[in-house]
């Protein structure tokens, strides 16, 4: 269409012809055309009836002429456009370049990806979908690269690695209706507290530096500021009345930070531990329930008040969607219902901007903007949440570190990898709920401690982003261990989890459990209302750079010159999965010293002999593939040979024994019918770290103490392996298998007379003297432990009545998927049958049976009896002239062989015993095993010193 300005502002004269009825009235009229003339055209014009005239290419020639006169016009924009698009992609490939600009790498082809996937995410617009940071992968796979930018952290934080930290959150507020609050906070609401390491340890060492658990964590304040917190025994003080301290530290002034910032800010995890799993899939964490620390309702409301939210990130559902479609046909409507109740989290369709400042301009690293990161909303339906938003309670967001040139310095720049919804291996809600008897996850302070050991520990798993850069992966790098660095053992990718943080519910149902019909207890649009939007991460509560250390090791087959110290040739490497590298492992959680429950200053250091006679006993002739012996050893003592378990383990081969740190505190060491129960959550984190860890890789696991010995019955075993291999074989259903345990008692005639420190309990005698005339008794340090304990208080079958609570099972891992130290809590039956009912402490048969004492095994508990306990047992122990009934805390051995079909061949002669009545009955397998045991000893110390 022409332009307006094509059109002169007065009227064209048009010449033309007469019509024929003009020419028909009118003769004279002549044809008024005009004469060709030089650069004259002639137009043709026609006139209608109405003498109104038209002209045919009139229209098309004043477009022509338009165009011609507009054609300047349009060249100058089109070199002004082409001109600020060459400048715009010439300053984006300078800046996309300066990561890289004079770098060692450049000539491997780093660079061209780096601007292959950035220019990728230009034409993309940015979006936060399209985001690509595949180019760094590359990066990370060098050792030398990222020794640079470990060189750079040192430089600038005399640091390796990241430090760990958290942001503290104010807590939720909700309306007068009791409707969850948008959190509109900034980021100067945020507190920030650090947590590095020791300064006793080496400032390269890195948080991966250590075989096994993460050792770095801040979880308990250490016993040498319990003049200040309080003990863990017999404690008063409310957590809460000192959660800042606790967060930050007692000095203002103090570098290290404080030791745990859960108390501060209820929602952040108790994290115990945290690795990604063999194949790099995910990242998991073990995390524990701190609110089962005190639970003193007359002392402790406002930790119980204060920590409500741990029960919350337990009790989020999470289920498969097979369990859901399963509920939807056997229950009428359940999908309906069922899909409305989960806590489900989708993503808006539009992202956060960059209008808020969160960057410390101070900081030397530097954070690449070009990340725009997700705006995550609180759904009330499921199918409104997204795919992997359906049953989750935090974001990952995963990054990582590179160098960046500008201004001619080399800075550090973060990059973030990418974010992932977290998810649960089982619906705890569920589990919970099934439990005959349970009550709500969450009670009251009034009603106090609801001992649902279930609910204990729980763990949770971050999806590591799918991303790729040809035939590396960021899941392949981590399997690989590759992002760890061989030298110092610092990490180069971090994991920042941030809590969803909702309000705490308290109906048994839970929400979200199939074939539940929960009609007001719980409503989602009651509780936070339609979208509810999340803060971005950078203005939530969180955890922040957490490493990502290796995965899980496989430990290889014991080498065939390792054998030779072996007793009998055990073949310890046997195993008969096809797909696992182990048959049978065991878990150990020991100290150097420890106190038993409800003792303040008593310790007992005899966890080092115990160590090497449980691990040797159970590896040379108990026939276990591995053991895993998580060293909960007070890490604040010197540094010197015997501050571990370390000169223990390291007797054995690496493939038979491995030791994992674990220096988390037990948070609360009463005794278990103590008002403030005890609850040993170091203990129990470490288990379900074991299982974690190296379940996957084996068919059967049991978590053991030291002072416990498994002992076949029969002589056609020569250890518990192989009655284990029997079961496997003609046993299908069995998944898990009962020892029922009884305290065994010190035989009397094989202790020494008490010659230690004098004490108001203990008078010191010689040696040499009768330990019929001693005060107290103590071990003989040349017996084991086996021999010393084997008088076991009843006979077998042990009793059903009692002895069962404190019972000790070997379990499938792949069938038990939480084990509390003596129960196997939930298993995968939560799955396939999601409507059968649960018992608290038992599972029902065929998958779970007690081992029979007289036919197949049994444990031997040889739990230390101190010296103070023996104090005066002559008078305490009854004399068979004068038998009375009293408490006897040695053992007077009966002339019973438990095992033995003619007693009299183990009768002793005179002995200490012999004036008393008889309280205990030793084990002819006992007695057999016994030799084996010390030749076995003696060849691991010897083949150790050889060495």
Same mark, same amino acid.
């Given at each position: 269409m022409p332009c307006a300005f094509c059109i002169p502002p007065y009227p064209i004269p048009i010449p033309h012809s007469p019509t024929r009825d003009e020419r028909m009235h009118y003769p004279s009229m002549k044809t008024n055309i005009t004469p060709p003339s030089s650069g004259l055209r002639v137009r043709r014009q026609t006139v209608n009836r109405n003498g109104v005239s038209h002209h045919?290419?009139?229209?098309?020639?004043? @477009?022509?002429?338009?165009?011609?006169?507009?054609?300047?016009?349009?060249?100058?924009?089109?070199?002004?456009? /082409?001109?600020?698009?060459?400048?715009?992609?010439?300053?984006?490939?300078?800046?996309?370049?300066?990561?890289?600009?004079?770098?060692?790498?450049?000539?491997? &082809?780093?660079?061209?990806?780096?601007?292959?996937?950035?220019?990728?995410?230009? /034409?993309?617009? &940015?979006? +936060?979908?399209?985001?690509?940071?595949?180019?760094?992968?590359? %990066? /990370?796979?060098? =050792?030398?690269?990222?020794?640079?930018?470990?060189?750079? %952290?040192? @430089?600038?934080?005399?640091y390796p690695q990241l430090v760990l930290g958290a942001y503290l959150e104010p807590p939720l507020q909700t309306d007068e209706r009791g409707l969850l609050k948008l959190r509109t906070h900034g980021p100067e609401n945020l507190t920030y507290v650090s947590y590095s390491y020791k300064k006793s340890e080496s400032s390269t060492l890195g948080a991966c530096s250590q075989n096994g658990a993460q050792w770095t964590l801040p979880t308990f304040h250490p016993p040498g500021m319990d003049h200040h917190f309080e003990s863990n025994v017999f404690r008063k003080k409310n957590m809460f009345d000192i959660r800042w301290e606790l967060a930050s530290g007692v000095d203002s002034g103090n570098t290290n930070g404080g030791y745990c910032p859960v108390d501060a800010d209820p929602y952040l995890p108790w994290i115990h531990d945290v690795f990604p799993s063999r194949d790099g899939k995910f990242v998991e964490f073990i995390i524990s329930n701190k609110r089962r620390c005190n639970t003193d309702p007359k002392v402790f409301q406002s930790d119980l008040k204060n920590l409500e939210p741990q029960v919350a990130l337990v009790s989020v559902t999470v289920f498969v969607i097979c369990m859901l479609y399963l509920a939807s046909l056997l229950v009428a409507d359940a999908f309906t219902l069922i899909k409305m109740q989960p806590i489900p989290v989708k993503r808006a369709e539009y992202q956060w901007g960059n209008n808020i400042s969160i960057v410390n301009e101070k900081s030397p690293i530097s954070y690449d903007q070009s990340y725009q990161p997700s705006k995550y909303v609180l759904a009330t339906a499921l199918d409104a949440a997204a795919e992997d938003g359906k049953f989750t309670r935090f974001i990952c967001r995963f990054h990582t570190l590179i160098l960046s040139e500008k201004q001619n310095q080399t800075k550090l720049k973060q990059v973030i990898l990418g974010e992932s919804l977290s998810i649960y291996p089982y619906n705890p809600e569920h589990a919970n709920y099934i439990k005959r008897g349970s009550k709500p996850m969450l009670t009251s302070p009034e009603k106090g401690h609801d001992e649902q050991i279930w609910n204990s520990v729980y763990s949770i798993r971050c999806p590591v982003p799918e991303l790729k850069n040809g035939t590396v992966s960021l899941r392949s790098l981590i399997a690989s261990g590759k992002t760890i660095s061989q030298s110092n053992g610092a990490p180069s990718i971090y994991i920042d989890l941030i809590p969803i943080r909702t309000q705490v519910r308290t109906n048994k149902e839970g929400f979200g459990i199939p074939g539940i019909d929960i009609t007001s207890s719980f409503d989602p649009k009651h509780a936070w209302g339609e979208d509810h939007v999340l803060p971005r991460v950078e203005l939530s509560g969180r955890w922040a750079n957490i490493p990502v250390c290796m995965p899980p090791v496989e430990e290889q087959k014991l080498p065939l010159a390792y054998d030779s110290i072996m007793p009998n040739n055990v073949n310890i490497g046997e195993n008969t999965s096809s797909n696992k590298s182990h048959f049978l492992v065991g878990c150990v959680w020991a100290s150097r010293s420890f106190s038993t429950r409800g003792q303040t200053t008593a310790t007992d250091s005899s966890t080092f002999d115990r160590l090497l006679e449980f691990l040797t006993y159970h590896t040379a002739i108990a026939g276990f593939d591995h053991m895993y012996v998580?060293?909960?050893?007070?890490?604040?003592?010197?540094?010197?040979? +015997?501050?571990?378990?370390?000169?223990?383990? !390291?007797?054995?081969?690496?493939?038979?024994?491995?030791?994992?740190?674990?220096?988390?505190?037990?948070?609360?060491?009463?005794?278990?019918?103590?008002? *403030?129960? &005890?609850?040993?959550?170091?203990?129990?984190?470490?288990?379900?770290?074991?299982?974690?860890?190296?379940?996957?890789?084996?068919?059967?696991?049991?978590?053991?103490?030291?002072?416990?010995? $498994?002992?076949?019955?029969?002589?056609?075993?020569?250890?518990?392996?192989?009655?284990?291999?029997?079961? +496997?074989?003609?046993?299908?259903?069995?998944?898990?298998?009962?020892?029922?345990?009884?305290?065994?008692?010190?035989?009397?005639?094989?202790?020494?007379?008490? !010659?230690? /420190? #004098?004490?108001?309990?203990?008078?010191?005698?010689?040696?040499?003297?009768?330990?019929?005339? #001693?005060?107290? #008794?103590?071990?003989?340090? !040349?017996?084991?432990?086996?021999?010393?304990?084997?008088?076991?208080?009843?006979r077998h079958?042990?009793?059903?009545?009692?002895?069962?609570?404190?019972?000790?099972?070997?379990?499938?891992?792949?069938?038990?998927? !939480?084990?509390?130290?003596?129960?196997?809590?939930? +298993?995968?039956?939560?799955?396939?049958?999601?409507?059968?009912?649960?018992?608290?402490?038992?599972?029902?048969?065929?998958?779970?049976?007690?081992?029979?004492?007289?036919?197949?095994?049994?444990?031997?508990?040889?739990?230390?009896?101190? =010296?103070?306990?023996?104090?005066?047992?002559?008078?305490?122990? =009854?004399?068979?002239?004068?038998?009375?009934?009293?408490?006897?805390?040695?053992?007077?051995?009966?002339?019973?062989?438990?095992?033995? @079909?003619?007693?009299?061949?183990?009768?002793? &002669?005179?002995?200490?015993? #012999? $004036?008393?009545?008889? *309280?205990?009955?030793?084990?002819?397998?006992?007695?057999?095993?016994?030799?084996?045991?010390e030749q076995a000893l003696r060849l691991v110390t010897n083949h150790h010193s050889m060495q």
């Open positions: 045919p290419s009139l229209k098309r020639e004043l @477009k022509e002429e338009c165009h011609i006169a507009l054609m300047p016009v349009f060249v100058i924009a089109a070199v002004w456009l /082409l001109g600020c698009w060459v400048l715009i992609w010439a300053r984006m490939y300078q800046s996309f370049s300066e990561d890289l600009t004079n770098h060692p790498l450049s000539n491997l &082809g780093n660079k061209r990806d780096i601007l292959s996937a950035r220019l990728r995410q230009f /034409l993309d617009h &940015g979006n +936060t979908t399209n985001y690509d940071s595949s180019w760094v992968l590359k %990066l /990370l796979a060098e =050792p030398d690269y990222m020794k640079q930018v470990q060189e750079l %952290l040192m @430089k600038d934080f005399q998580y060293d909960n050893s007070d890490t604040s003592i010197e540094d010197n040979n +015997t501050a571990s378990l370390a000169h223990i383990t !390291n007797l054995f081969s690496s493939q038979l024994v491995t030791r994992i740190p674990w220096p988390h505190r037990i948070c609360n060491n009463n005794r278990p019918a103590h008002s *403030n129960p &005890g609850e040993r959550s170091s203990q129990y984190a470490a288990e379900a770290s074991c299982r974690a860890r190296y379940g996957p890789n084996t068919e059967w696991m049991i978590s053991m103490d030291v002072d416990e010995f $498994l002992i076949p019955v029969s002589k056609k075993w020569q250890g518990i392996k192989e009655w284990l291999q029997h079961v +496997t074989a003609t046993e299908k259903d069995t998944a898990i298998l009962s020892f029922f345990q009884t305290r065994a008692l010190p035989n009397i005639d094989l202790m020494l007379p008490y !010659n230690g /420190l #004098a004490s108001k309990s203990c008078k010191v005698k010689s040696p040499k003297d009768a330990v019929l005339d #001693a005060t107290c #008794a103590m071990k003989n340090p !040349n017996k084991t432990y086996m021999e010393t304990y084997n008088c076991e208080p009843t079958p042990k009793p059903q009545t009692w002895a069962w609570r404190a019972k000790k099972q070997i379990y499938k891992p792949s069938f038990v998927w !939480n084990h509390f130290v003596h129960y196997s809590v939930v +298993t995968r039956l939560v799955e396939d049958k999601p409507f059968d009912d649960s018992g608290r402490f038992q599972v029902k048969a065929p998958y779970e049976r007690r081992v029979n004492e007289l036919t197949e095994g049994f444990m031997l508990h040889t739990k230390t009896t101190s =010296p103070e306990m023996t104090s005066n047992w002559q008078s305490q122990c =009854p004399r068979k002239v004068s038998p009375t009934k009293s408490s006897c805390a040695v053992g007077i051995p009966s002339a019973e062989i438990l095992g033995a @079909k003619e007693s009299s061949l183990y009768q002793d &002669g005179i002995s200490a015993s #012999a $004036l008393y009545e008889a *309280n205990c009955f030793r084990h002819s397998r006992v007695i057999e095993l016994i030799p084996r045991l």
